[in-house]
């Protein structure tokens, strides 16, 4: 069993449709993306994540 990702393929890309740079996803990969837009992904995630925990406290 290969250690899975914190973000699921999903939610990376919604937050690449959200943030605009999903098209580049489509065509080049996640390679592709700049590392401007994963750091902005990471970020966008970690404010889910925070959202969601405040709303289960």
Same mark, same amino acid.
């Given at each position: 069993?290969?250690?899975?990702?914190?973000?699921?393929?999903?939610?990376?890309?919604?937050?690449?449709?959200?943030?605009?740079?999903?098209?580049?996803?489509?065509?080049?990969?996640?390679?592709?993306?700049?590392?401007?837009?994963?750091?902005?992904?990471?970020? &966008?995630?970690?404010?889910?994540?925070?959202?969601?925990? &405040?709303?289960?406290?």
């Amino acid at each position: 069993m290969g250690r899975r990702g914190i973000m699921s393929t999903q939610m990376k890309e919604e937050i690449a449709k959200e943030l605009g740079f999903y098209d580049t996803v489509k065509q080049e990969g996640w390679g592709g993306i700049k590392s401007r837009d994963a750091g902005n992904m990471v970020k &966008r995630a970690i404010e889910i994540a925070e959202q969601q925990m &405040r709303g289960k406290s």
